[in-house]
């Protein structure tokens, strides 16, 4: 959530590494020339193209602002950051660019569902103490039945915490969907939708079966966001 290898890294390292500054033109066209680099950099142009398609145009304005300021820092800050740490600059951008493309696709995911909350479908957020703590991802392409992604972390330290999720398939049904996954018959949940929140029911199975994170419980009330499109 991805490591390559390159050949001429150390022009690199001695090029980029005692500077924070945004990449040039040139220094870009060169770090093209890397397979991994521009596989990296496709995919991210590509997961732009998507979230064009599907985003709400408020929200992917503001998008593209915030990747401005990554282009001009973010990514090099992240990549020099890796590369202190003994990663060859080549490998360092593009990993850093490949988690760029994950986060553009989540951003885009939950603008969709934010933007287009028919029936069932859309972004819900649980929110614990000590803010949101639990997301649930519910889309119903192909009515009665649903696609539903839920995930949900517990902070064991500042700046650390556990993870866990369940992506599954379901059948509406009254207003009740037992979503199982479709890679481990343990692994299902039940959510009971009633206007714009939907409450999350984990099997004891699941609970019984350390799928999530330790301490981590997905079970819960969860609202749905809504934004214009």
Do not use: H
Not at 79 to 105: C, N
């Amino acid at each position: 959530m991805m490591m390559r290898k390159f050949l001429a890294s150390l022009c690199w390292v001695g090029i980029l590494a005692g500077s924070a500054l945004a990449l040039t033109d040139a220094e870009y066209r060169e770090m093209l020339k890397d397979p991994g680099f521009a596989a990296a950099d496709k995919a991210l142009n590509q997961a732009w193209a998507e979230a064009k398609k599907v985003m709400p145009k408020a929200a992917f304005e503001a998008l593209k602002k915030e990747q401005g300021v990554w282009v001009a820092k973010g990514r090099d800050t992240e990549a020099k950051e890796l590369m202190e740490d003994g990663m060859e600059a080549p490998k360092a951008y593009a990993l850093v660019t490949e988690l760029r493309k994950g986060t553009i696709q989540t951003t885009a995911e939950e603008a969709f569902l934010m933007g287009n909350p028919s029936g069932v479908q859309g972004f819900y957020v649980r929110k614990g103490k000590g803010g949101e703590d639990g997301w649930l991802k519910v889309y119903n392409r192909t009515l009665p039945n649903l696609e539903a992604k839920i995930e949900a972390v517990r902070e064991t330290s500042p700046g650390n915490a556990n993870v866990g999720e369940l992506s599954g398939r379901g059948r509406l049904k009254d207003g009740v969907a037992e979503f199982v996954d479709p890679e481990a018959e343990e692994a299902r949940m039940t959510v009971t939708f009633k206007g714009d929140t939907a409450t999350v029911t984990t099997s004891l199975e699941f609970k019984q079966s350390g799928w999530c994170g330790m301490g981590v419980v997905l079970d819960g009330t969860y609202v749905r966001q809504k934004v214009k499109k």
